[in-house]
């Protein structure tokens, strides 16, 4: 779930349970766009709603199951009382390095599944490339040994596309592609253009 700070600047994303406790604890709401308004939920609210939603559009959202309901998963939550700014750093992982290189190997082009793809390093570490964005790509097993501890260039392959650091988290790059998240658009694009820049 996306996660706003109280002036509506796009934060993070969380996962459902994390966001579910936030609306239960009262430290967020949920903002739901209904017919082109936004509108806003505490926890009991939005569970009241949830089991109108069940009845009538059970397949425009996630569910969230408990012993006693089951709780529509918000797609925007906002929390009421932090108004840092968003941080603009994209965290250098696996996670991140698989969504922006859409679970493609960048060597034959094929997508696989995460289990089955590995971390390259186009420059190889054995000839002193460093673990960054511009310097790191995923590979499917079989392209990973074969190019080995060769640069592309050594291993005759080619990079599908040059590798380089997000401007912005690629697993919300991702959600973005789903039209259930066309409600974060607006709120991403307010972040991008809005935060101010660094000197």
Request: glycine share 4%; proline share 5%; charged share 30%.
């Amino acid at each position: 779930m996306l996660v706003l700070n109280r002036n509506f600047m796009a934060l993070r994303v969380v996962s459902a349970k994390r966001a579910i406790t936030l609306l239960y604890r009262k430290l967020a709401e949920v903002l739901h766009i209904e017919q082109g308004q936004y509108l806003s939920y505490d926890f009991e609210s939005w569970r009241n709603i949830s089991e109108f939603k069940k009845q009538f559009e059970p397949d425009g959202f996630d569910w969230l199951r408990t012993v006693r309901f089951e709780i529509a998963v918000p797609r925007i939550i906002r929390l009421l009382f932090y108004e840092k700014l968003p941080r603009n750093e994209v965290k250098f992982n696996r996670r991140n390095i698989f969504a922006r290189d859409g679970n493609r190997c960048q060597y034959c082009g094929q997508k696989f599944p995460s289990n089955e793809l590995s971390i390259d390093h186009v420059l190889p570490r054995s000839q002193h490339g460093k673990s960054t964005w511009e310097n790191v790509v995923c590979a499917c097993i079989e392209c990973n040994i074969h190019k080995g501890g060769r640069t592309p260039e050594q291993a005759h392959v080619k990079l599908i596309s040059v590798p380089k650091k997000p401007r912005r988290s690629p697993i919300i790059a991702l959600k973005l592609i789903d039209t259930r998240y066309a409600s974060w658009r607006q709120f991403l694009d307010f972040a991008y253009w809005d935060v101010e820049l660094k000197q």
